[in-house]
């Protein structure tokens, strides 16, 4: 038996989604007496009196939020927006200006209520950094919200993936900023890897406001980024391994496990490759990085999926992201994987690549004085969200209008075909009776599929997915029109609403006596949190809307998360499994990989705190041998250290080792030398996690192994910077010595990206089966023999 309580008990207990805003209630409706009196003032009345009225009584937010404050923003949005925020949102701002994740729902006005808070954080003297999910929503919400905030004096900008150096620079520097959590991370990482001020963009780190923050703050903090660079060894020639895999067949020359996660060679397959190589052995020392390479050919062949898991555009591959239905930018597969599909899709093969340095969602975050944020789902992830991000608070602001969506009970069939053909009937019903419908799927390859179905039974529908994703606010925003059959990948980021009768409401009253907006789901997602999401784009408002989801038993879902014994019921019985039978399973494999993604995302939080202390002292370090703020002052004097052991050897060449030319020289080798040795430390600690979960079998905690293992290998790390460092330095020509630092014959990548690979030592077969691929790829290709510990 389930049991639930009220949300009213649920706030005096104190859960986790349950804190009261109504508190905040009290402070709008002063506002709403104050609107008559505000509206007599002119602009620059109205942004000083915004100022003076003390939004936030300092910035320490305990004096909570001034009714003066609301009043001006909401005349100024109305003037300068032609949006008067409503009650409702403006308690929203509250919450976000005293540091709460907020529910809202999906056209409850999330971007209005985010611009506001950012208007009274700015007028309090801080810098707001507005961090969405994708550049799309940076740019639009930077560009509609730019005039409210600029009115208040506050210099506004956005930072995207095609944003310039120096642009990207500029922006940064201003008072609001709107930028992907992607974008931010990577701007950390590489001002990290930076040598020269110049080269560093340098974010703040005072306030972070959050759209999207479940998304944010929970979905991307499964994947940590991760900054690689390119690698000057000669790669396998994956053009030459792709041609070998190719016409070998399955069962006879290779395997596939059930999962379809993991390809292997049969010994039939191995003769024949060795035959073809003209007598090769393949487990011999010198056979081993062609071996790699034949796996990784194999794996691009049998289990990495066009249209599913990347997409080939303009001569290039882009992975997707499944969890937004986009293209994941610079994001590439790690070890000779990319490569190996690059081959497969007879595309110019990229260079294997090492990385350079990662960090974590939740440290990218935490780095923050004040954050807060917005969803239209965050009481499903509010005790995550104070579990990880320093007990983050959250709560709910009840919708302005009643919901009047109606959802249907969810059909369950045995097969896919099944589904399919149950899905094109419900579409072409409600389309029948002018009613708009959007079908939510799962893959670009599903769109399609769907579509196709769709048009062969005269219906004309327009597909969402990542090969169009530009075009997106023009096909979401036409959804809504009368008759209207729209095909979308994951719509969660999306941003645009969908207004019934289309983007100028010409059809509405026809739309709404049809019904509403119509949601067919065409699966469940792997959290029931994403299902809300994409049926939150019915009902708009107020708005009526209905929704349908369908799922099989043979859907991924099911077979990955449930139990042997439930997925052999079905696959026996499952014609003759009622209705109700059906939805368990289907439930159950949704609340399954829910545990499994929070346990993930626990496991890759522990995982890293030995990492994050780790990097924090190298940091330091290299921040002071460069002269870039932020160097602890307890730092040791790495620079110092070098050149007094290399004081006699300079001497002996006719220099100074204290002159601020050698100085250069030395501090150029040092840096270098760290980000080798840190890159190669995380290259270390990547290879002890693949097999830390061998120590539980033997009675051990592998979470405790790691960290004896990280603080064990780290021992003596600056040691070996400086030993390096010197033996470098010693190496150098004497008219090195002194001149300039690009002229030192020091390689530094020529490229970065970023990977696109789960961080979790457990993971899926595919995640262990990619991490192993790139165990072998840096040992037998890059010839990088894993240091053993006792």
Known sequence: MRFSISRGAATVLGLPGATSFRSFHAVVRRAGELEASTRRLDDDVLARAARDSAPLAGTALA???????????????????????????????????????????????????????????????????????????????????????ESFGASVGWVGQRTEHDDRREAWSRDVVYASVSELGFDVLRDRFATRDSERVSPASDVAVVDEVDAVLIDEAMVPLVLAGTSEEAPVDMVETTRLVADLVEHDHFTVDAERANATFTDAGLDQLERELGGVDLYSTSGGAVLTGLTLALHARALMHRDVDYLVDAGAVALIDASRGRVAERRRWPDGLHAAV?????????????????????????????????????????????????????????????????????????????KFDEVVREVLAQHGTGRPVLVGTHSVAESVEVADMLRSRGADPVVLNARNDADEAAIVARAGELGAVTISTQMSGRGTDIVLGGPEGADRRRVVEAGGLYIVLTGRFASRRLDAQLRGRAGRQGDPGGTRTFAALTDDLVTTNVTPRTLALAERHGPRLSAAQRRRIVDS???????????????????????????????????????????????????????????????????????????????????????EHWSDHLGYLSEVRDGIHLR?????????????????????????????????????????????ADQLGLRRPSATWTYLVTDDPYGSHGDRFTRRMGTLWREKVLGDEPETTS
């Open 63 to 149: 004096g909570g939020v001034a009714p003066q404050f609301l009043a001006t923003a909401r005349e100024m949005s109305a003037r300068r927006l032609g949006l008067r925020p409503h009650d409702h949102q403006l308690v929203a701002a509250c919450a976000l200006l005293t540091g709460h994740a907020v529910e809202l729902d999906t056209g409850e006005g999330k971007t209005l209520a985010g611009a506001v808070a950012a208007v009274g954080f700015v007028v309090s003297g801080r810098r707001v950094h507005v961090v969405s999910v994708n550049d799309y929503l940076a740019e639009r919400d930077a560009t509609d919200m730019g005039s409210l905030l």
């Open 589 to 675: 494999a949704q609340v399954i990989a829910e545990g499994v993604r929070r346990d993930r995302h626990r496991t890759t939080w522990a995982y890293a705190r030995a990492i994050a202390r780790q990097r924090a002292v190298v940091l330091d370090a290299r921040a002071a041998v460069t002269g870039a703020d932020g160097a602890a002052s307890d730092t040791q004097d790495l620079l110092g250290t070098l050149r007094a052991r290399l004081a006699d050897h300079l001497r002996g060449l006719g220099v100074e080792a204290d002159g601020a030319a050698v100085t250069r020289t030395i501090s150029a080798v040092l840096v270098l030398t760290l980000d």
């Open 696 to 740: 539980a079998l033997a009675g051990g905690a592998p979470l405790d192994e790691f960290h004896a293992l990280a603080l064990r290998r780290f021992d003596g790390f600056f040691e070996r910077v400086l030993e390096t460092a010197a033996a470098t330095v010693a190496r150098l020509d004497p008219d090195q010595i002194g001149g300039p």
């Open 342 to 418: 690059e081959a497969k899709e007879g595309l110019a093969v990229s260079p294997a690549g090492l990385v350079l340095d990662s960090v974590t969602v939740q440290d990218l975050m935490g780095r923050y004085a004040t954050l807060s944020g917005m969803s239209g789902t965050v009481v499903p992830v509010a005790r995550e969200l104070q579990e990880f991000y320093g007990g983050l608070q959250s709560g709910r602001v009840e919708r302005r209008v009643p919901d009047a969506r109606v959802d249907a009970d969810g059909v369950v069939t045995v097969t896919q075909v099944e």
